[in-house]
């Protein structure tokens, strides 16, 4: 299916975008500083790992709080932005796209660890760092607001609803949507290959509904996913003091995880270049009126 894209009044060229990015980048980097210099004052709170999610919470309300503020105050529509939820048909197939990409990523990641670990055991935590232990001491409601609605909500507004059509308006949209995926894949660089497929996954999804709001629920349900399984890893093994990450690494599961990954990636990328939009193509802003 082609879609189209024109823009007429440009709404989004006066948005400074440089302004929200830096609030990304620098902004997490000052609130995720925050329980380090909290723990190095109050050395009984570094434990307490609840408190460096509750700051992230925060992090991500400021992001959106930011986001909507820079709309209204150029005078954009945030309910353009946001579209309306698709019929359940045009739902489900975005929704059923979020398990091949948690397999991807769920696997690439055990691969490349599993290598890293096989061959270079004392580097066997690059990609699986002890931080998944501190998932025990984290309180379920308070990192489940955090991963799985918090995050993507915040994420999907400055990436889809707001950078893709601003950098559309400077470039086009192909440089947009090709740039806005690697930024987002980039910024999540444990696993970038594969959120950089996720960020594609979504684009398209917004871009061939007109619906953020459909985009924010795959991508709450992808960080349900991964939720679920960082909870899962920072359990322990029963009888044994080691946690299920440190069983890893073994060459049955590198060649077992890499083919599962070549797999779930074979069908991201087809799936990828059959729904890429091609010809002139209309951003969802320009077609909720």
């Known amino acids: 299916m082609n879609v189209f894209y024109l823009f007429e009044t440009k709404p989004f060229s006066r948005i400074r975008i440089r302004f929200l990015l830096a609030w990304f980048l620098f902004g997490s980097a000052l609130f995720l500083s925050i329980p380090d210099v909290a723990t190095f004052f109050i050395p009984s709170l570094k434990t307490n790992e609840t408190m460096f999610e509750v700051v992230l919470i925060i992090f991500y309300i400021s992001i959106f709080l930011f986001c909507t503020e820079t709309l209204e105050r150029n005078g954009i529509s945030f309910s353009r932005i946001i579209g309306t939820l698709p ?5 489900v197939l975005p929704i059923f796209l979020t398990i091949p990409v948690y397999f991807f990523s769920l696997f ?10 096989f061959f270079f055991p004392f580097q066997s935590n690059v990609f699986l760092p002890e931080e998944l232990d501190s998932f025990q001491h984290i309180n379920p409601l308070v990192g489940f607001i955090g991963t799985v609605l918090a995050a993507p909500i915040a994420e999907e507004l400055l990436f889809r609803g707001i950078l893709l059509h601003r950098w559309t308006e400077k470039w086009g949209f192909q440089k947009a949507f090709i740039g806005t995926s690697l930024l987002f894949g980039l910024l999540h660089f444990q696993n970038a290959i594969s959120i950089t497929f996720f960020a594609l996954i979504l684009g398209i999804v917004y871009v061939r509904t007109g619906s953020l709001t459909l985009s924010i629920l795959c991508h709450m349900v992808y960080n349900s996913f991964s939720y679920i399984q960082d909870r899962l890893a920072a359990l322990p ?21 890499g083919i599962l990954a070549a797999l779930a990636g074979i069908f991201l990328i087809r799936y990828i270049l059959i729904h890429w939009p091609r010809g002139l193509v209309v951003l969802p802003y320009d077609r909720n009126t």
């Open 87 to 91: 019929s359940f048909k045009k739902t």
């Open 237 to 257: 093994i029963e009888g044994e003091t080691a946690s299920v990450q440190e069983s890893l690494f073994s060459p049955d599961l590198i060649i077992m995880s």
């Open 108 to 117: 690439s990641l055990i691969f490349f660890a599993s290598l890293i670990g």
